[in-house]
C-alpha cells in the first residue's frame, strides 16, 4: 500500500439519557447536534445512528445495527475494531455506491446490557487513506420507536416507526423477554402531540420511555426543542376517581422497579369539570413502584366545573401510593389555577400517600398552582403515612381561596432539606411546611422556608402536632399580623427542636398596629423542646408561650450566653440566642444570602452558632455543600459563611 494519509479523530459521547440533570442532559443533546459530524477529511464516513443512540441486543431482529457508509471502496482486510463493543459484534461488508463501502456492525445476541458501550473502527481505503472512528452506543435488550405521524401500527423500527405508545411499550417487553424476563427495552417517542381519551401509556418492567426526539431525525433529541406532548384531553368522568384511583396519562403498576425510567415528556393533566361524585387526573399514576421520572414538564390548563356544581376535583401532577421508592428528578412540574365558587377544588404538585418513599430531587419547580374554588387549597408536595426524602428542589404554590402550603405532612416523618419552600398567597393559611402528625422525627435542615402574604394567617412552618428538628434553615415568617417564623400547637408535649436558625418576618415595625414573632408556642404543651443559637430579627416579638394558660410575652433579646430558661415557669431549656439584625442585607432573590460584611464589628450571627459536630447532629453540611466547620461555632443558618 502507499503511504497511509494519517488522520485520527476520537470523539466520545457519552449518552444524554444517562445524565442526572435537566440542564446537562439538554447540553449534551445539543452537542450530538453540533459536534456528531466529523471534520473535513480525504474519506467522507456517514454514521447512523449517532453517538449516543441505542441498539439492541437482539441481533438480527430489529434496531440493533451501526452503519458506517464510506465514499471510496475499503480495504476489508485492514479493520480492526476496539472498544466495549468489539468481542461482542459481528460484522458485514456490503457495496452501496461502490465496492466494500459499507460496514455493518451488529451487536451479538449474548451482548452485555450497558449504557455508554463504546466502539472504535481503524481501518483503511484501498488508496491509504486511514480512518479512525469512535462512537458510543446504549446497549439494551430492544429498542421501538413511536412517531405519532407514522402511517400505522408499522414495525417500530427507526426506518417504520410504530405511532401508538403502549403498542410499542408491549413490543418492546416481548422482544426484551425473548432473552431472559429481566431483560430490559427502551421507546423512544418524536415529537408530537400524543391524544388519550384513556389512560395513554402503562408501563412494563424493564421498558423505559424517551421522548423529546426529533420527528426528522432519531440522530436528535432535546426535550426542549423536539417536544413530545402527552395530553389527557377528557373533560368529563362517568365514574368516581379519588386521589388514590386518580384518572391517569401513565400509569407505573406494581413491582416496576429503577429499570423503568420516564424522561424527556410534557404532560398536560386532564382538564375534567363534569362527571361523577369526586373527580381527579393526574400526569403519572405510581403503584407501590420505583421508577425513575425525570426531565419531564407536567402541566395542566385553567379549569372550571361550573355546570357539575358540588363535586369535589383534584388536580396532580405525579400521584404515588401504597409502597416504593421512585426516583424523582429534574422535572418541572407547573399546575394553573382551578375551581370556582361552586366547588371544592384541591391542586397538588405531588401526592404521596402509604408507605410513598420517594426521593423527590433536584427539580427545577414544584408549582401546586391556585384554587379559587369554594374552600379550595393547594399543596406543593402532600405528604400522608410516608417517609420520603426531599431534597434540592424548588417547592412554591400560588394560592387558594382557603389554605396553601408549600409542604404538608399528615402522620409522616419525611427528610426534607436544601430546599427552596414558598407557602404562597391565600384566603386563610398560607404556610411553607405544614406538620399535621408525624409518625416519626421530621428532619428539616437546610431550607429557604418563606411562609408568603397570605390574607390572615402566615407561618414558615406550622406545627399543628408532630415531632420535627428544625435545624440550619433560613425562615421567613411572611407578611402581616402575627405573621410567624414557627407556630406551634401541639395538643401533647412533642419533641421540636429549633436549632441554628435564622428566623424572622417581613414586619419588623414595633410602632405599626401589627405583631409579627419568631417563635410563637400557644399552650404549656407547644414548647419547643429546645431553642438554641438562633438569630431572631425583624420581627416584633422574638418568642411567644403561654405560662399557666396566661399569656406571658418575652423581652426582645434574649441573654445570649448563660441562659438555660427564657423566663420563670417555661420549660424551655434555651441559651445562645441572638437577635442580630441583617435584615437589609439579605438577598431574597438569591435564596436570601447574606451580601453584608460578615467581618463588620458586632456582625456575630457567622460565629454564633451551634457546634453542631459536637453535638452529634450530623448535619455537617451547608446548604452550599460545604462542610461546616467547629471553630468558634459555627454559621447561624443554612450557608456557613465563616
Not at 455506491?97 to 451482548?111: F, K
Not at 358540588?310 to 389555577?337: Q, R, Y
Amino acid at each position: 500500500m502507499g503511504a497511509k494519509m494519517i488522520k485520527i479523530y476520537t470523539l466520545f459521547l457519552t449518552s444524554a439519557l444517562v445524565v442526572s440533570t435537566a440542564c446537562s442532559r439538554t447540553d449534551m443533546w445539543n452537542k450530538f447536534d453540533s459536534q456528531n459530524t466529523d471534520p473535513p477529511s480525504p474519506i467522507s464516513v456517514i454514521i447512523s445512528p449517532a453517538g449516543g443512540a441505542w441498539l439492541s441486543s437482539q441481533a438480527g431482529i430489529i434496531n440493533n445495527e451501526a452503519t458506517f457508509l464510506f465514499d471510496t471502496s475499503m480495504d476489508t482486510a485492514s479493520l480492526t475494531l476496539t472498544g466495549t463493543m468489539a468481542s461482542t459484534s459481528a460484522i458485514a461488508w456490503s457495496t452501496t455506491n461502490v465496492a466494500d463501502d459499507t460496514l455493518t456492525i451488529t451487536p451479538s445476541a449474548s451482548r452485555t446490557i450497558e449504557n455508554g458501550a463504546t466502539l472504535t473502527i481503524d481501518c483503511d481505503s484501498l488508496e491509504g487513506a486511514n480512518i479512525i472512528r469512535t462512537r458510543t452506543y446504549n446497549i439494551t435488550g430492544s429498542v421501538y420507536y413511536v412517531n405519532i405521524s407514522a402511517p400505522g401500527p408499522l414495525t417500530g423500527t427507526r426506518l417504520e416507526p410504530m405511532n401508538d405508545i403502549q403498542a410499542a411499550v408491549t413490543a418492546a417487553k416481548a422482544t426484551a423477554a425473548a432473552i431472559s424476563a429481566s431483560t430490559p427495552g427502551v421507546v423512544l417517542v418524536a415529537a408530537g402531540t400524543y391524544n388519550t381519551s384513556n389512560t395513554l401509556v402503562i408501563m412494563a418492567e424493564g421498558i423505559s420511555l424517551y421522548g423529546g426526539y426529533s420527528a426528522t431525525s432519531w440522530d436528535l433529541r432535546n426535550p426542549a426543542t423536539y417536544v413530545t406532548i402527552l395530553k389527557d384531553q377528557r373533560t368529563s368522568l362517568g365514574v368516581t376517581t379519588p386521589l388514590l384511583n386518580a384518572a391517569r396519562i401513565i400509569e407505573v403498576p406494581a413491582g416496576i422497579t429503577g429499570m423503568t425510567i420516564i424522561d424527556g415528556f410534557t404532560l398536560n393533566v386532564a382538564p375534567i369539570f363534569t362527571g361523577a361524585s369526586i373527580l381527579s387526573a393526574c400526569a403519572i399514576f405510581i403503584n407501590n413502584a420505583s421508577p425513575e421520572i425525570s426531565n419531564n414538564t407536567i402541566t395542566s390548563s385553567d379549569v372550571s366545573s361550573t355546570n357539575n356544581p358540588g363535586v369535589p376535583v383534584n388536580t396532580v401532577g405525579i400521584c404515588h401510593i401504597n409502597g416504593g421508592s421512585p426516583s424523582i428528578h429534574d422535572n418541572s412540574i407547573a399546575l394553573a389555577t382551578r375551581g370556582d365558587t361552586y366547588n371544592t377544588c384541591t391542586n397538588y404538585g405531588i401526592y404521596l400517600a402509604t408507605n410513598a418513599d420517594s426521593h423527590i430531587h433536584d427539580n427545577s419547580m414544584i408549582y401546586g398552582g391556585a384554587s379559587t374554588g369554594t374552600a379550595g387549597i393547594v399543596y406543593g408536595i402532600f405528604i400522608s403515612n410516608s417517609s420520603p426524602i426531599i431534597e434540592n428542589n424548588r417547592i412554591i404554590v400560588s394560592g387558594a381561596t382557603n389554605n396553601s402550603f408549600a409542604i404538608h405532612i399528615f402522620n409522616a416523618a419525611p427528610d426534607i432539606h436544601n430546599n427552596y419552600i414558598y407557602g404562597g398567597s391565600s384566603g386563610s393559611e398560607t404556610t411553607g411546611i405544614r406538620v399535621d402528625g408525624s409518625s416519626g422525627i421530621v428532619s428539616c435542615y437546610n431550607n429557604i422556608i418563606d411562609a408568603g402574604a397570605g390574607a390572615n394567617n402566615r407561618y414558615g412552618i406550622n406545627i399543628i402536632d408532630g415531632d420535627i428538628n428544625i435545624f440550619n434553615n433560613i425562615i421567613n415568617g411572611g407578611t402581616g399580623d402575627k405573621a410567624s417564623g414557627i407556630y406551634i400547637t401541639n395538643s401533647s408535649v412533642r419533641t421540636v427542636q429549633i436549632e441554628n436558625n435564622n428566623i424572622f418576618t417581613n414586619d419588623g415595625d414595633a410602632f405599626n398596629a401589627i405583631t409579627s414573632y419568631g417563635v410563637y408556642a400557644t399552650s404549656a404543651t407547644s414548647y419547643p423542646t429546645t431553642l438554641n443559637n438562633n438569630n431572631f430579627f425583624y420581627c416584633d416579638i422574638q418568642y411567644y408561650n403561654y405560662i399557666d394558660g396566661v399569656a406571658d410575652k418575652t423581652v426582645t433579646l434574649f441573654d445570649i450566653s448563660t441562659v438555660l430558661l427564657i423566663d420563670a415557669g417555661d420549660t424551655v431549656p434555651a441559651k445562645n440566642n441572638i437577635s442580630e439584625d441583617i435584615y437589609a442585607d439579605l438577598d431574597q432573590a438569591n435564596e436570601y444570602r447574606y451580601i453584608g460584611d460578615y467581618n463588620a464589628v458586632g456582625v456575630v450571627f457567622d460565629t454564633s452558632g451551634i457546634d453542631g459536630n459536637g453535638a452529634g447532629w450530623g448535619y455537617t453540611i451547608d446548604r452550599d455543600g460545604n462542610t461546616r466547620t467547629e471553630t468558634n461555632g459555627w454559621s447561624i443558618g443554612a450557608y456557613e459563611y465563616d
